[in-house]
């Protein structure tokens, strides 16, 4: 099992910052990459930004490039995700995921093996 922590949500006015961080703890070095989600209100969680180990590699969404950056360390088994120029639509409560051995798509909720709690992100227009 691998647990996560996310922790850096809050209350920010349009246009301003936040950065999100994730722990990981447990088989962590089952996993190979890492994953933000977000979920609004009666909708859907979505895809935001993903980080592979193996590469570095990175991917985000076409509604954040540009804005946010996925980064992390794998040693130390932590992700980070800054937001820059948040948009109201930027609300949500943002999950940290981490895939291990699993076939589904990588940018589906399906394709994480492990969720954190969520934080709740706000930006007030």
């Known amino acids: 099992q691998v647990q996560l922590v996310e922790s850096g949500g809050g209350l920010v006015q349009a246009g301003g910052s936040l950065r999100l961080s994730c722990a990981a703890s447990?088989?962590?070095?089952?996993?190979?990459?890492m994953g933000w989600f977000r979920q609004a209100p009666g909708k859907e969680r979505e895809f935001v930004a993903v980080?592979?180990?193996?590469?570095?590699?990175?991917s985000y969404a076409d509604s954040v490039k540009g804005r946010f950056t996925i980064s992390g360390d794998s040693a130390k088994n932590t992700v980070f995700l800054q937001m820059n120029s948040l948009k109201a639509e930027d609300t949500a409560v943002y999950y940290c995921?981490?895939?291990?051995?699993?076939?589904?798509?990588?940018?589906?909720?399906?394709?994480?093996?492990?969720w954190g709690q969520g934080t709740q992100v706000t930006v007030s227009s």
């Open positions: 995921a981490a895939r291990a051995l699993i076939t589904a798509s990588i940018w589906s909720p399906a394709g994480y093996n492990y």
């Open positions: 447990g088989r962590t070095f089952s996993t190979y990459a």
């Open positions: 980080i592979r180990w193996s590469s570095s590699s990175t």
